[in-house]
């Protein structure tokens, strides 16, 4: 099995309108996210969490990230396909558009 990390992203247009949910939103997608955890649980290695504020760090210095960043798992499968198969239906995606998954595979490091 392979792992692969994946990212959460949120345009600040997709941040706005999940912000702007009331709380019962809030609460039914939540309930969707723990039940799609609850199916996958074998496959996620790691539930991740969600992000706050960030930098970037240059050999010059730092400055804010752009903020579209809003969290990360991790998880295993066979392949990239098999990877992606599991991440569409997470309900992340369901909310809308700006909302994406980057997922990338984890390179074994030699020795």
Same mark, same amino acid.
């Given at each position: +099995?392979?792992?692969? &990390?994946? $990212?959460? /992203?949120?345009?600040?247009?997709?941040?706005? /309108?999940?912000?702007?949910?009331?709380?019962?939103? #809030?609460?039914?997608?939540?309930?969707?996210? @723990?039940?799609?955890? #609850?199916?996958?649980? %074998?496959? *996620? *290695?790691?539930? !991740?969490t969600p992000f706050s504020g960030g930098q970037v760090l240059t050999g010059t210095g730092s400055s804010d =990230?752009?903020?579209?960043?809003?969290?990360?798992? &991790?998880? @295993?499968?066979?392949? +990239? %396909?098999?990877?992606?198969? &599991? *991440?569409?239906?997470?309900? $992340? *995606?369901?909310?809308?558009? !700006?909302?994406? &998954?980057? =997922?990338?595979?984890?390179?074994? +490091?030699?020795?």
């Amino acid at each position: +099995m392979a792992q692969f &990390i994946f $990212f959460y /992203r949120a345009s600040p247009e997709a941040m706005q /309108r999940m912000g702007n949910a009331t709380p019962e939103q #809030q609460q039914a997608h939540m309930g969707k996210w @723990q039940a799609w955890t #609850q199916q996958n649980a %074998e496959a *996620l *290695l790691n539930a !991740g969490t969600p992000f706050s504020g960030g930098q970037v760090l240059t050999g010059t210095g730092s400055s804010d =990230v752009d903020g579209t960043m809003m969290g990360y798992a &991790i998880l @295993q499968a066979e392949d +990239m %396909e098999a990877a992606q198969a &599991i *991440l569409e239906s997470d309900p $992340f *995606l369901a909310q809308g558009e !700006g909302c994406s &998954i980057e =997922v990338y595979e984890c390179m074994s +490091m030699p020795g």
